[in-house]
């Protein structure tokens, strides 16, 4: 399987950018689809964007539609978040997993090889 860590996360003013990067160090993540997740204090972990394996396929998370782009770059077996006009209500720790069993892409339970998260703070 795969073995992921995230970067990039930080603190950020209101309508600022961050990318975030999702390594995989087994390198065999271009087998799989990819996923970014977020949780924030006291809520449950929610979905935030799916790329297929080839990157041609792309879904997101109503909430995020139009502000964050994903994408992978299968050569460096690394998955990208790019967020951008963030809003405090992204703040989060941000979890990057792949896909391991078939069923809905917006669905945690169907990802596994969790990566440790990154926090992402947007001060208003």
């Known amino acids: 399987q795969v073995q992921l860590a995230e970067s990039g996360g930080g603190l950020v003013q209101a309508g600022g950018s961050l990318r975030l990067s999702c390594a995989d160090s087994?390198?065999?993540?271009?087998?799989?689809?990819m996923g970014w997740f977020r949780q924030a204090p006291g809520k449950e972990r929610e979905f935030v964007a799916h790329?297929?394996?080839?990157?041609?396929?792309?879904y997101y998370a109503d909430s995020v539609m139009g502000r964050f782009t994903i994408s992978r770059d299968n050569t460096l077996n690394t998955m990208y978040l790019q967020m951008n006009n963030l809003k405090p209500e992204d703040t989060a720790v941000y979890y990057c997993?792949?896909?391991?069993?078939?069923?809905?892409?917006?669905?945690?339970?169907?990802?596994?090889?969790w990566g440790q998260g990154t926090q992402v703070t947007v001060s208003s």
């Open positions: 790329i297929s394996s080839n990157g041609l396929t792309r």
């Open positions: 997993a792949a896909q391991l069993l078939a069923g809905s892409s917006r669905d945690s339970r169907n990802y596994g090889s």
């Open positions: 087994k390198r065999t993540s271009s087998y799989y689809h």
